[in-house]
């Protein structure tokens, strides 16, 4: 079956850094773009980036362009962000998932920006 674990999550003050991790199973995924999503509290779940299959093509969303990267090592099934320049507004839980999104959604990484 499909499984998504996340981690690289934690509490990082304004202008700080985090680097996210995201191993994948259960699915062929060198042949799948990848998606990196956050969720804050009362808010709907929201786009970050995206990365095709062979990892030569990236989007992201407005509110994090020029500040994070998403990348992907096809050889250890795993999608990484690379988040600089951290805002509180930054605030959420991250998931990631194939892209376009089919339904399969991990446990999520808490990523607190405060000081």
């Known amino acids: 079956q499909v499984q998504l674990v996340e981690s690289g999550g934690g509490l990082v003050q304004p202008g700080g850094s985090l680097r996210l991790s995201c191993a994948a199973s259960?699915?062929?995924?060198?042949?799948?773009?990848m998606s990196w999503y956050r969720q804050a509290p009362g808010k709907e779940r929201e786009l970050v980036a995206t990365?095709?299959?062979?990892?030569?093509?990236?989007n992201y969303g407005d509110p994090v362009k020029g500040r994070f990267t998403i990348s992907r090592d096809n050889a250890k099934n795993t999608v990484y962000l690379q988040m600089n320049s951290l805002k509180p507004e930054d605030t959420a839980v991250y998931y990631c998932?194939?892209?376009?999104?089919?339904?399969?959604w991990g446990q999520g990484t808490q990523v607190t920006v405060s000081s």
């Open positions: 990365i095709t299959s062979a990892g030569g093509s990236t």
């Open positions: 259960g699915f062929t995924f060198s042949s799948y773009g």
């Open positions: 998932t194939p892209f376009p999104p089919e339904g399969y």
